[in-house]
């Protein structure tokens, strides 16, 4: 059974960390590239961060550029993304997906999602 598994959400106060984790099962990520997106309420889900399969190349959006970092474990079969200085604004429910194209903005072009974890940045 192909499935993805985020994990590592939670509620922190802002300028606090959180690791999520995204572990994949019924099909390895060594030829996927894996995007973590977000969705807050009454807003469309809008991509964070991606992490390609063929050569590591990772990317972030201008919101998280210095604050979050994407990494995989090919042993694990499992990609993290540490996100650190959070601010009220990342509160979001967070998704990862799998893509066998690549990093795509498209969130029609990635083949499977998890079922996410929510994220909430409050004092």
């Known amino acids: 059974q192909v499935q993805l598994v985020e994990s590592g959400g939670g509620l922190v106060q802002p300028g606090g960390s959180l690791r999520l984790s995204c572990a994949a099962s019924?099909?390895?990520?060594?030829?996927?590239?894996i995007g973590w997106f977000r969705q807050a309420p009454g807003k469309e889900r809008e991509g964070v961060s991606c992490?390609?399969?063929?050569?590591?190349?990772?990317y972030y959006a201008d919101s998280v550029k210095g604050r979050f970092t994407i990494s995989g474990d090919n042993a694990k079969n499992t990609v993290y993304l540490q996100m650190n200085s959070l601010k009220p604004g990342d509160t979001a429910v967070y998704y990862c997906?799998?893509?066998?194209?690549?990093?795509?903005?498209?969130?029609?072009?990635?083949?499977?999602w998890g079922q996410g974890t929510q994220v909430t940045v409050s004092s």
């Open positions: 997906a799998a893509s066998r194209v690549g990093c795509l903005s498209n969130l029609n072009k990635y083949d499977y």
């Open positions: 992490i390609s399969s063929s050569d590591g190349s990772t």
């Open positions: 019924g099909f390895t990520l060594d030829y996927y590239a």
